[in-house]
């Protein structure tokens, strides 16, 4: 028998994004995303990398050769309309539930 998902991998996403826009243009390191999104390393690395594949993230190397993750425009965007869509499904939700 399988357990219930914790989160969406859109609830990860999101989480993901959300550390990221936190962070700003400096943007953040792996160890950092894994710590803030309660996520494993392979899980978020994993996430990451779907991220950079559509354009929402990029990723930049420092001087000691370690990944800096950055949003993207595109990334900025698409986390402001996640933002605006989860603000609506929850809204519907709290309606529903108060008639």
Do not use: W
Request: charged content about 30%; overall charge positive; some cysteine.
């Amino acid at each position: 028998m399988s357990r219930p998902a914790y989160r969406t991998e859109m609830e990860i996403i999101s989480d993901i994004l959300e550390v990221l826009i936190e962070r700003g243009m400096e943007g953040e390191y792996i160890t950092n995303i894994v710590r803030n999104a309660n996520l494993s390393y392979n899980i978020a690395l994993a996430k990451c990398q779907k991220l950079i594949n559509a354009g929402l993230v990029t990723m930049s190397k420092e001087e000691r050769s370690r990944n800096i993750f950055v949003m993207t425009e595109k990334g900025i965007k698409f986390y402001q309309e996640l933002r605006g869509f989860e603000e609506l499904v929850h809204n519907v939700r709290v309606r529903s539930t108060c008639r």
